[in-house]
């Protein structure tokens, strides 16, 4: 029995090791392959909450810079940003803001119009339906706000809350 346990015992820790490792590195290599997928705008698909209709990157408008913000309506974080989003509004009007989230329509359509941000033509209301943002823009906690220039480049990802300032800073880029 003893000799058993000898052969047993490293051969358990040895597959341990080995899964843990490729757990590891599987994670690392999407990471990687997020980070690479999203220096572009990437191709993505959410439901328009004002419409209903599906929106598209191809749904875009050209030529302008765009800020998409990966929100939750209860989060305070996101209320805070929202906020200050609705006090330097004339700022924004030169780009298109996307906000998403898959909190569902109704609470997203509470927190556009707590804000008064629905009524402006640049910034859309997008729901994700089947939850696929962290596959399209990788795993963030909210918010997380991704600025890409006119040409459809990544200038700036922020994690959490972003400053007003530094938000319109790397629009303007």
């Not at 780009?95 to 927190?111: C, D």
Request: net charge positive.
């Amino acid at each position: 029995m003893k000799q058993k346990l000898k052969i047993i015992l490293p051969a358990i820790v040895i597959f341990l090791v080995t899964f843990m490792g490729y757990k590891i590195f599987a994670m690392l290599a999407q990471k990687d392959k997020i980070a690479a997928q999203i220096q572009s705008m990437p191709p993505f698909t959410f439901t328009n909450t004002s419409t209903g209709s599906i929106f598209t990157d191809g749904n875009l408008q050209p030529n302008l810079s765009s800020l998409i913000i990966y929100f939750h309506p209860d989060c305070e974080f996101c209320q805070e940003q929202a906020a200050g989003i609705s006090k330097k509004i004339d700022d924004f009007n030169s780009f298109q803001l996307l906000f998403v989230s898959h909190a569902g329509s109704v609470a997203i359509k509470s927190f556009s119009d707590k804000y008064a941000l629905s009524s402006h033509q640049n910034i859309v209301f997008l729901e994700d339906t089947n939850l696929i943002i962290s596959s399209i823009f990788g795993k963030s906690g909210v918010p997380s706000s991704f600025i890409y220039n006119k040409h459809g480049k990544l200038v700036k990802h922020f994690k959490g809350e972003a400053k007003i300032e530094e938000l319109l800073k790397y629009l303007n880029l």
